[in-house]
């Protein structure tokens, strides 16, 4: 049982290590360097539309893994957790569900908006993108803290 659990706490601690990642990269690099690059805003659009093609079901699948490794977590464990160690993943399950919402409002609300927008709506959906991209990023590193911290509790 203690292999499994260090399995599922490894699949779980890397893959969430790799969403962070990713969005910082595609924060701090790949926007910038795009808006940089293409000057005209329906190439823009288009190579980010493009980019984002299918990436839907992928980030809502490392989201799933990362919830139900994290959901069996306790179950594994062979000794007791203390009380703090219960605060803290209530707290992490709460910031996941915000992570979640977020991403449903972008995926299912801000796309629609974005690839049938006229060019003048564009920079406020930009915006908006932005803004939640970047919660979403902050809520991400939050729960990856979380985690670490969580893991020094005895």
């Not at 539309?49 to 079901?57: D, F, I, K, T, V």
């Not at 908006?113 to 932005?130: C, E, G, K, S």
């Not at 803004?131 to 893991?151: K, P």
Request: charged letters at 15%; glycine letters at 4%.
């Amino acid at each position: 049982m203690h292999l499994l659990h260090l399995l599922v706490l490894v699949i779980h601690a890397v893959l969430s290590a790799a969403l962070l990642g990713g969005m910082a990269y595609s924060f701090v690099t790949v926007q910038p360097r795009a808006k940089l690059y293409f000057k005209d805003t329906r190439e823009f659009e288009a190579f980010v539309a493009n980019l984002a093609h299918g990436a839907r079901w992928k980030f809502l699948t490392i989201l799933a893994v990362i919830a139900i490794t994290g959901l069996v977590d306790p179950l594994l464990s062979e000794s007791a957790r203390p009380q703090l160690w219960w605060i803290c993943f209530v707290i992490k399950c709460v910031l996941w569900a915000a992570i979640l919402s977020c991403f449903v409002y972008v995926s299912w609300w801000l796309w629609p908006r974005r690839v049938f927008a006229a060019p003048a709506d564009l920079p406020a959906i930009r915006r908006d993108f932005t803004i939640i991209g970047r919660t979403m990023l902050f809520l991400l590193l939050i729960a990856f803290v979380m985690g670490v911290v969580m893991t020094q509790i005895r």
